[in-house]
């Protein structure tokens, strides 16, 4: 079954490395930086190809989609089970 989550009520990103298990948060009114490896186990998150100002630009995307004032914007996922 698909599960939904409104645009307006994402507060952040979470990393959880699959490599040592760490979970890092980022919320995404005030964070700044992001990093692109596990800073435990040195693990790459995101690859070359995916850079940090594409993580950027999704935080940006959120924020604008979440003023919008005439529809209720949602992601639409398949939980794990």
């Known amino acids: 079954m698909n599960e939904k989550v409104l645009i307006k009520d994402i507060k952040g990103l979470d990393f959880k490395c699959n490599t040592c298990g760490l979970n890092l948060s980022y919320i995404l009114d005030t ?17 070359a190809q995916l850079n940090i100002e594409n993580v950027r630009n999704l935080k940006s995307i959120f924020k604008v989609l979440s003023k919008i004032a ?12």
Request: charged share 25%; hydrophobic share 30%.
């Open 70 to 81: 005439g529809a209720d914007i949602s992601l639409s996922f398949e939980k794990e089970k």
């Open 31 to 47: 964070q700044q930086t992001f990093i692109n490896e596990c800073p435990n186990c040195g693990a790459e998150w995101l690859p």
